[in-house]
Every structure is written in C-alpha cells, then in structure tokens.
C-alpha cells in the first residue's frame, strides 16, 4: 500500500502569481522524488483566479503519474478583503469535501494568506500526521499594515494571531521564504524546524537573460509586471516619478488588482501621458515585454511588515542583464545590495529620490552570472522537495 501526501497551494499553474509560479515546478519535483518512495500525492488547489481580467482555460481534474491534481472553482473577485474571505471560503469547501474519508501521511501547505495554513494544520490533526509549511508572508502581520477601519482591526489581528499560532507552533517543519522573517519566527515559535529556501530562477528567464542584445534608447522604458495592490504602492510612487521626469522615460504596467483604480485616478489627476497600464499577460508574453523594456520596476509600501518579505520578482528579474529599479526596504533592500548589482535602489514611495538616482545614472547592462548560479530554482527545489519527503513516515501503512 503506498502513502499519501495532501498537498495545499491556492495557486497552481496556469494561473498568474507568485504562489503559482513558486508552487508549479516544486510539486512536480516532489511528486518525482516520491514516485520513488512508492508515494501518492493529492494537489487541491484552485482555477485561474489571481486576476479578475485574467482568463486562461484549465482541467478541474487531471493525473499525471502519482499526482493528482483537482482545481476548485471559486467565485470572481478584485482581490479585495471580502471578495478573498468570500474566495477562501469556497476552496475550504472543496478541501473538505475531496479530503473526506481519506487518509493522509503527511499534509504540505505553502501559504501567504494564512489560512492555507490553518486548513492544513486542521487537516494534520484530524489524520494525526506531521505538517509541514512553506510560508510565503506572515499574514497576521501585514494586516496590521493594512488600510481597515480600527474596531476591525481590533477584532481581527488577535483572531488572526491566535490562528497563526495554532497553525505554526504544530508544524513538524517550516520552509520561511524570506530570512527576514527569521526574528519574527525565532521569537513567537520554537518547536519547529526551520529552513529558508527561497524563491528562484527558472529556465525560461536565464535563457532570456543570455539572448538579450537590445539596445536602449530614449525615452526609455520601465516595465512593471504583477499586482496592483495596496501592498505595491504603484499609486503611492508612479505618477509623481513620471510626471517628474517627463518624456525621456515611459512607465509600462501589465497586471491588476485592488488598487488599480487608485492608480488610474492619480494618473488623470496629474494628466500623466506617459504611463501605460495593460491587463496582465501570460508568461510566454510577458518574456517578450521583458526583452522589449530597458529597465524592470519593483516597489512595495512603506509598511513595517513588508521590511521583512523578499519578492519574487526579483528572482525574475536579476536573471536579465538589465538595471533594476527597486523602491524596497529592509531586507529585500540588503538582500538586493549583496546579490544583485547595476541596481538603482531607493526608499519606498521616495518619488524625489527615484527620480534622481534616474537623473544621474549611465544607462549599462550586466550579466548576473553569480546570481543565477546561486538561486537556480531547479535545485533549489530538489532540496525543498527533500525537506518535504524527509517527514513522511519511515514505514509504508499496513495493508
């Protein structure tokens, strides 16, 4: 009889999104390392769903080898705070559902929002099985940050906090995305096993990086790809740098979000004409923005708790030849100064500063060899996928 592992990531492929593109290729390393341990493993994850103006086709159910793949369908939203409650919601009834009467030797979750997190723990005790996490953001922080009224708040965090610690103090083991959550974690949870296996390089974008003979011009352009939301701050940042700097420089955006519209408001209050916002775009188009730009753009807020998260996108990046622009700080920041170079690093929501560090910089490129070889996802995912294997139960379940 073969063991089972439940495996929880409310993004999957096709989908457009960090948990997607991180959770993808790590489940089909783990499931081929566990072909060979006679192991069976379930994905519930979701349909496309990231964004509201992006649709893409996809199988509710599909088998490939020892993996089993079902995708729930879930109502549409804009990413708000209610559309993603109302969201959860409808993937925990899915779960519930699939998982009923089964038996699991080990449940895997990779989760930012937390409540992946929490489902899985719940699931973990009722098969009395090892949990293990793979934390992508520590939620219950970053909602301190966010913009809700103060008697939510004051009835939210403490609720998010007790959940949190249900979920993380029973893990067997926790995979933090980010060293920077490392204070946060060695200070609230002891009992666990800790490892930090980051984000990585895919192949698609280091065969980008290695064919790239575009030269730049003016106006220059900026590209950001991904969300639009409050914890971006585009709003906060864009339209004040692109007015400041006027023609010489073209700002493209393809993604959406919670805050799009905020953005597209400062844009017509300012009568911005050179920042164009597109609807996103799948990854096969979004190579060939990369070669068309002349420099990439990554902003997070000015909040505390995002001093402790490190993007991915940096990760797509920093395998281009091309500068970066990041508005970033604590430890994406030190993060950034000691892998990445030809960078232009400047403080979150710093129009002024990102606008000088513009004006004075010598438009170059530069191969980020050591880099790449650093953070290859491919490897790093063969030892993640390890970490995972290694808390399953030495004996096969009796027959």
């Not at 509201?52 to 708000?80: C, M, T, W, Y």
Request: hydrophobic share 40%.
């Amino acid at each position: 009889m073969s063991r089972r592992i439940l495996y929880l990531s409310f993004y999957f492929e096709p989908d457009l999104c960090a948990g997607s593109f991180r959770n993808s290729p790590l489940v089909h390393e783990l499931s081929k390392q566990a072909a060979a341990l006679n192991t069976h493993i379930d994905l519930l994850t979701t349909l496309p769903n990231r964004y509201k103006s992006f649709e893409v086709g996809a199988d509710e159910f599909e088998v490939i080898g020892n993996l089993s793949i079902r995708r729930a369908q879930i109502p549409k939203h804009k990413s708000g705070f209610l559309d993603q409650i109302f969201s959860f919601y409808a993937y925990y009834q899915f779960v519930k559902k699939h998982t009923k009467g089964k038996p699991y030797d080990l449940v895997i979750a990779s989760s930012s929002r937390l409540f992946t997190a929490f489902l899985a723990r719940l699931l973990a005790k009722h098969n009395n099985c090892k949990l293990y996490l793979d934390i992508r953001d520590i939620f219950s922080d970053t909602m301190k940050d966010v913009s809700l009224p103060k008697p939510i708040k004051w009835v939210l965090i403490p609720m998010l906090e007790r959940i949190e610690k249900f979920s993380f103090k029973n893990a067997a083991h926790i995979n933090l995305i980010s060293q920077g959550f490392e204070p946060y974690f060695n200070k609230h949870y002891t009992k666990p096993n800790f490892t930090y296996y980051s984000h990585g390089v895919d192949d698609e974008f280091i065969e980008l990086g290695e064919t790239d003979t575009k030269t730049a011009t003016k106006p220059y352009t900026i590209l950001y790809a991904g969300n639009i939301g409050e914890g971006q701050g585009l709003h906060e940042i864009l339209p004040a740098a692109a007015a400041k700097l006027g023609s010489d420089y073209q700002f493209v955006i393809y993604g959406d979000g919670g805050c799009k519209q905020l953005l597209e408001d400062q844009i017509k209050k300012l009568q911005i004409n050179n920042i164009v916002i597109n609807k996103p775009i799948q990854r096969k188009d979004l190579l060939k923005a990369y070669q068309e730009a002349d420099f990439y753009f990554i902003h997070l807020n000015d909040y505390p708790a995002f001093e402790k998260v490190l993007p991915s996108k940096i990760f797509e990046l920093a395998a281009q030849q091309k500068p970066i622009i990041a508005g970033v700080g604590g430890y994406a920041a030190q993060f950034l100064q000691q892998h990445v170079p030809n960078l232009l690093l400047f403080k979150p929501c710093q129009a002024e500063e990102l606008v000088s560090l513009l004006n004075s910089y010598s438009y170059y490129k530069e191969k980020r060899s050591q880099f790449i070889h650093t953070f290859k996802r491919e490897s790093i995912n063969v030892q993640l996928a390890q970490s995972m294997l290694a808390c399953l139960p030495n004996q096969l379940p009796n027959n």
